[in-house]
């Protein structure tokens, strides 16, 4: 899901050529039915205390939190919903 984002956010043959290379050396992990149900929850929880963000970083920061990865991010989304996550 992560390199989703990123792949769709890349501009110029630069950004596409970095990318290219960090996905040879990035670590995969699954997202199986217990991140499914984090994002689940985080979704719930995020919107409980209004904040509403895209399904996708739902899931990156669901996915984060399940495996106690840290994000590293530019995106002011993920400073609102790790620390939901995080409590999951």
């Not at 630069?14 to 149900?37: D, R, S, T």
């Not at 669901?62 to 590293?72: G, K, Q, T, V």
Request: aromatic share 6%.
């Amino acid at each position: 899901m992560t390199l989703v984002e990123l792949w769709n956010g890349a501009q110029g043959h630069v950004e596409k050529k970095a990318l290219e290379e960090l996905e040879a050396e990035v670590q995969l992990f699954p997202i199986n039915e217990v991140v499914w149900a984090k994002s689940r929850l985080l979704a719930r929880r995020s919107r409980e205390k209004g904040v509403t963000v895209s399904s996708t970083d739902v899931v990156i920061a669901a996915c984060a939190a399940n495996y106690n990865l840290e994000l590293e991010h530019c995106d002011n989304h993920f400073d609102k919903i790790l620390p939901i996550a995080n409590k999951l």
